[in-house]
């Protein structure tokens, strides 16, 4: 009797590889009948794609500017050296925004991917409830979300610092993690948990071994998701920062305020070349990753 409902339940198991790897064929075959675009919308995608990328390819250019002024007087690396050598409160904000941006990521992502797993994975009476509040923060503006906050730090009497903008930047990011992980799971084929409970699987073991391996790609991309909007965040930021709480956007909002140093641009182009080497590889893992 134990032998065959084993049999029964490998057999259930090869029967679930089996029509993963059909439906996988047939998506790869499928994409051989998708149309071609026509060339109206090859130009129209085109020029979006350049009304997007021209600012940034001219702030690259303008980096290597030997003067100040928007025409061009000669290739120079002067403003890389300068962001190296002569800019200690540029680098001081750079850092807090690194520190924050990973920091709230990280508390965000472990927060929105237990909140995930909990309204897809489990029914409770407020489920429905839980999952609406929680794209309130992304509807409102963000200036009352930034004044909410401020309103409610000073009800606590906490002082405004690094640690008020890492929670802030925790709260916005919850959201954002919560919506990607939970697309992904909803997409995930629940038999395979069905059969692991099956073969005596206990909570933990189908959480670690099969609900966080399928949601991965989704969690990877919701922190870097948290990652970007921490890092670029103005609104908030200003509203909930406080002495030695200065990130990057503020400090050269501060700068913008006195005249644009093309330092700045250095340091742009030195964020985009990261950011395109960090998210490029990511991307392809993910897609391998999410493929598999």
């Given amino acids: ?41 090859n130009l129209i995608y085109w020029a979006v794609i350049g009304f997007l990328f021209l600012p940034l390819f001219v702030l690259v250019f303008y ?21 190296v050598m002569d800019s200690p409160e540029l680098w001081r904000a750079f850092t807090n925004s ?48 930034g004044v909410s906050l401020l309103v409610f730090f000073a ?18 990011n919850i959201p954002y993690v919560y919506l990607l992980v939970s697309a992904r799971l909803e997409e995930s084929d629940p038999s395979i948990i069905e059969a692991a409970k099956d073969l005596g699987a206990n909570e933990m073991q189908i959480l670690f071994r099969i609900i966080l391996p399928m949601a991965l790609p989704g969690i990877l991309s919701a922190f870097l998701t948290a990652v970007t909007l921490s890092l670029e965040d103005f609104v908030i930021t200003f509203f909930v920062t406080g002495p030695g709480g200065t990130t990057l956007p ?8 006195f005249g644009v140093s093309p330092v700045i641009n250095a340091l742009s182009a030195v964020m985009v070349a990261g950011t395109v080497l960090l998210v490029y590889p990511a ?8 493929a598999r």
């Fill in 1 to 41: 009797m134990v032998s065959t409902t084993h049999h029964g339940r490998m057999r259930r198991l090869a029967m679930l590889w089996r029509i993963r790897r059909i439906l996988r064929k047939g998506g790869k075959a499928a994409r051989k009948f998708m149309p071609v675009r026509s060339p109206a919308s």
């Fill in 63 to 83: 980096s290597f500017n030997a003067g100040r002024q928007a025409q061009w007087q000669g290739f120079s690396l002067v403003w890389y050296q300068r962001l």
């Fill in 98 to 145: 690194i520190m924050i941006a990973g920091g709230s990521a990280l508390m965000a992502t472990a927060i929105g991917t237990l909140a995930a797993i909990g309204t897809t994975r489990y029914s409770f009476r407020l489920r429905s409830t839980v999952a609406t509040l929680s794209f309130i923060p992304m509807i409102l503006p963000e200036i009352v979300v």
């Fill in 155 to 172: 009800g606590i009497s906490l002082k405004l610092g690094l640690f008020t903008v890492w929670i802030a930047h925790t709260t916005f």
């Fill in 250 to 257: 503020l400090y050269i909002y501060s700068m913008i305020r």
């Fill in 283 to 290: 991307r392809n893992f993910l897609k391998v990753f999410a």
